[in-house]
């Protein structure tokens, strides 16, 4: 069965630096999502990206993000400079259609110490 | 803004239980509603999707029902079994993009 993966698993980086999660979606998937979540708390969403552009982004979601799609199969979520609160799993997810089941990945543990 | 409660926080059950978690919701102005399951360390599984249109869904022993008007969906799980233990997530779609989830159901079932 199909379905989304992403690296590294485990991310350490320390604060200031940059760095570049990487997913690959489901391959007829044309919807494709960030989501975080914070150790003990909710999962939350960052954005979506749609024909190579985002089509809606959270508050969290500020300059210091920025998505790519490099390639046919690459979805990248890149941090440009991390602090310490940015320190989550990270869930890149991606659906067929707009309104279709969203896909989960298995997440990328980053830690900003 | 949307918020997503589910209750209860936790649940544990014996072996062969049925039992129901709840999620309710705030704006029921809903596209759809989603559950997942959540193993620890781990990513999401979808488990079910309910277009606001549609009453339940059902999948083997999972069986999910929304009433959007009254912004609530419950998860019924027949005959529990160990495998089960998990924490289940519900998310709704608005009519953007983006799914806004629960806190989860931390659900353990004893053998």
């Known amino acids: 069965e199909p379905e989304v993966t992403q690296t590294p698993s485990h991310q350490v980086t320390q604060m200031g630096q940059e760095v570049i999660l990487r997913c690959v979606p489901i391959?007829?998937?044309?919807?494709f999502y960030w989501y975080r979540q914070i150790l003990g708390q909710k999962v939350e969403f960052l954005v979506s990206?749609?024909?190579?552009?985002?089509?809606?982004k959270s508050e969290i979601f500020d300059d210091q993000f920025s998505v790519e799609r490099p390639d046919g199969s690459n979805f990248t979520l890149k941090i440009r400079s991390t602090k310490l609160e940015d320190s989550a799993m990270y869930f890149c997810?991606?659906?067929?259609?707009?309104?279709?089941?969203?896909?989960f990945g298995p997440g990328t543990r980053l830690t900003v110490l | 803004k949307q918020e997503v409660t589910q209750i209860p926080a936790a649940l544990s059950v014996p072996e062969g239980e049925n039992l129901v978690l709840n999620c309710s919701f705030t704006?029921?102005?809903?596209?759809?509603l989603q559950w997942f399951r959540q193993d620890p360390g781990k990513g999401l599984t979808s488990l079910l999707l309910?277009?606001?249109?549609?009453r339940e869904q059902t999948s083997g022993r999972l069986n999910a029902s929304l009433d959007k008007s009254s912004g609530r969906s419950t998860l019924y799980i027949a005959a529990s079994q160990p495998g089960d233990s998990a924490t289940y997530l519900c998310?709704?779609?608005?009519?953007?993009?983006?799914?806004?989830f629960g806190a989860g159901t931390i659900l353990r079932v004893k053998s």
């Open positions: 997810a991606s659906s067929e259609d707009r309104g279709d089941t969203q896909y």
């Open positions: 391959s007829n998937h044309l919807y």
């Open positions: 990206f749609y024909n190579n552009e985002i089509s809606e």
């Open positions: 704006d029921s102005a809903i596209y759809n």
């Open positions: 309910i277009q606001s249109s549609q």
């Open positions: 998310a709704v779609r608005e009519y953007g993009n983006k799914l806004v």
